[in-house]
């Protein structure tokens, strides 16, 4: 079998998606306004819908192990501390926090998802659900911390954070999902298929927002801190996340589905949260937009490498 081109078949698609969005924009077919509804039907409709579905027929025990969790984990933390660590000799004060913000906060909900159901299935797919069950809580508490450093302003960074993740959508579908799951009962005709057409919209949907939001803002000033968070966010975090997990004798399949949400490029939230701080906004989004476009090759060679030992 050429696992090079099964890696491409489950990759190229994704990142075919994102190139139209990105075209797009730059012929004017698309706006910043596009760009912004989209991301709210994306979040607040289509992945909800498509999580609270995957999750309701679901036996909650196949949503992952707690060498999964340890391993994604440490991969979290190692990446973090390393650029971290390196961000005081290539990057000036206020870009610390988006730098090392950018190392760890990988866009799992979009890019890592679908890399995971479009290389191993829903099976595959229920197991980084979990991931993101459990990180995605964690990512708003560590960016918090991360650009509040060094904090200059009035009041209390972190005020506020408990409130914000609560308010997340995302975590909500995961909740009502866990919930319906744990009932027993079976979702009615009528609301399993909208909950399927909103949940088709996910996808193709999330990636056109991502190309439409890809810019970069002068990274030769720069480039020095944004290559030291993607270092850290497609290299380093995925092969901790793989050295972990194979001593912590996680099997195959769940240390490809480590590999694809470690290794996902740095989230657009990243980039928002960044902004809405008063932070470095345009440091976050060069390493959004580079560790999106390092990923299509980081991913495929990785996956080409992990196929086979299925």
Partial sequence: MNYLAQ???SIVPLFILISSGFLLKKKGVLNANFV?????????????ALIIRSLAVTNLSELGSLPLFLSYLAATLV????VLAVSFFVSPPDSRGPVVHGAFRGNVVIVGLALVQSALGNEAFILGLGLVAVFLPLYNLMASVALSLPYKGEGSPLKGVLVTIVKIPLI?????GALWSLSGWQIPVVIDKSLEYFGRLALPLGFLTIGANLS????????KGVVAAVTGKLILNPLVALLVGRW????????IVLFLMAG???AISSFAMTKAMGR???????????????????????????????
Wanted: hydrophobic share 55%; no cysteine.
């Fill in 7 to 9: 890696a491409a078949a």
């Fill in 36 to 48: 912004s509804i989209g991301s709210q039907i994306v979040f607040k409709l289509a992945l909800p």
């Fill in 79 to 82: 990446s973090t501390v390393v």
């Fill in 172 to 176: 909500w579908s995961v909740v009502i």
């Fill in 216 to 223: 970069i803002h002068g990274l030769d000033k720069r480039w």
């Fill in 248 to 255: 912590l004798g996680v099997d195959t399949r769940g240390l």
């Fill in 264 to 266: 996902s490029p740095t």
């Fill in 280 to 310: 470095d906004a345009d440091t976050a989004g060069d390493i959004v937009a580079l560790s999106t476009a390092v990923s299509f090759f980081t991913l495929t060679v990785g996956l080409t490498l992990l196929l086979p030992m299925l």
